[in-house]
């Protein structure tokens, strides 16, 4: 049964499929899949169509040069060192975010957004892009805001609702310059999300607003 009720649109999946996507916007996608069934399903047939299309396609033929370098390659390869043993991982963490995460969200070194929210940078793309966790304390809120890129975001934990509704363990959700919000964490549990940001948040109160300059510098 699926868990989350918002999911990415089907060209970001097809994307996915061919391995198209930029590293940030792949790692939204595949945490969702791992709360919904409706979507891998969809995975799963876009990959069928693609291995179909790749088995019509003519092999190119390899060069001779790139034959003896990948034989000479092949030869030089040492014994394989011996396989340690696997890292035990807190199963509600995506399988994706264990290359950083790999003792539990306590464990991690996060730093003080406001009152209500802490973060923790976890890696940027290629493209520039900002890709973090986010938590926001029971019943906690962030400052309205619009975006000077798009924003992706996947709850991990928890959950929270905005001017366009409610936000639940899975749900993909997408916001660009377009959209004004501010997310409010319900009040039974803490909210962990995983957020990609192409672009720095735009503060829009009177006083918030302030703080965009130092924002905009702080993201570059």
């Known amino acids: 049964m699926d868990r989350s009720s918002n999911h990415p649109a089907y060209e970001l999946l097809a994307a996915y499929s061919a391995g198209s996507l930029p590293l940030s916007q792949a790692l939204c996608v595949s945490a969702h899949l791992e709360h919904c069934h409706s979507c891998t399903r969809q995975l799963q047939r876009l990959n069928r169509v693609g291995s179909e299309l790749m088995q019509q396609l003519k092999p190119a033929k390899a060069s001779n040069d790139l034959k003896n370098r990948l034989l000479d390659s092949l030869d ?19 399988r994706c975010l264990h290359q950083f995460v790999d003792q539990g969200y306590a464990e991690l070194p996060w730093k003080r957004v406001s009152t209500d929210i802490h973060s923790v940078e976890l890696c940027r793309d290629n493209n520039g892009a900002k890709v973090e966790l986010l938590k926001i304390r029971p019943g906690g809120s962030a400052t309205t805001h619009t975006h000077l890129g798009d924003e992706y975001t996947v709850i991990l934990e928890g959950s929270f609702s905005d001017e366009s509704g409610l936000y639940k363990q899975g749900d993909f959700v997408v916001k660009d310059a377009r959209d004004r919000h501010t997310p409010v964490a319900t009040q039974d549990r803490e909210c962990i999300c995983l957020a990609v940001t192409e672009g720095p948040i735009q503060f829009t109160g009177f006083f918030s607003r302030l703080l965009n300059p130092l924002i905009r510098r702080g993201y570059a």
């Open 76 to 94: 030089s390869l040492t014994d394989e060192a011996p396989a340690e043993q696997p890292k035990r991982f807190d199963p509600s963490i995506p």
